[in-house]
């Protein structure tokens, strides 16, 4: 038995034994490193835009750039235009040329969303015979309401189809077409379900100064 651990003993070898012992002594002689300096600032924009336009140099031709403007001038209308235009209007005054009352602003158009539109056409076209009418001249707002709504329940009752309204125009009124505003907010409005259409009448029948109205008949 100790034959076999004196056998292995003389036969271990082991070259790299000594070898940390003789780099540590070899590291002892050496000088200690110096610690290092302050850490540089990085540039700021400024001295970055600075050194990158160290070189560029101006041009001096070009500090004051002339600039021209160009006067437009304004659209002369054709005389022809005009005289188109004021002869159209005296012969409208003169009765000479039917005034096309769906042109003007004062033109008052509804249709109620359940209905075509077309029928508002045939309506102010006059394919509808109007079976009754009501004058509001000379009443108060609170006054007109009672009768519209005592003119509709009696035009119901009666199934008439088609009855005018008169509400003038207000052109002599200083709050301007106030009935006329009237009419159509309560038409369009609590007593749109018995309304089908309402458009401005013909000239005959009042033309801006009335409406047609087209009722639901059950």
Known sequence: MDNKKNVSKSFCFRPFEDLGKMIGDKWKGLPEKRGAGPE???????ELFAEAMKKVREIRKFR???????????????????????????????????????????????????????????????????RDFIDLHGYTIDEAEIEVERF???SLKRHYTC???????GLRSPQGPVLKESVVKWLSGRYRKHVRAFVSARQCDGGLGAIYVLLTIK
């Open 40 to 46: 540089r600032q990085a540039p700021s924009d400024d």
């Open 64 to 130: 004051e750039i002339p600039v021209s403007s160009k006067k437009i001038k304004p659209l002369k209308k054709d005389k022809n235009e005009q005289e188109q235009a004021l002869q159209m209007l005296h012969d409208i005054a003169n009765r000479r040329t039917p005034l096309i009352l769906s042109d003007t602003q004062e033109y008052i158009e509804w249709v109620n969303p359940a209905y075509r539109a077309a029928i508002a056409r045939k309506l102010h076209r006059g394919d509808f015979s109007v």
């Open 152 to 154: 509709l329940k009696d």
């Open 163 to 169: 009855i005018r309204i008169i509400h003038g125009r």
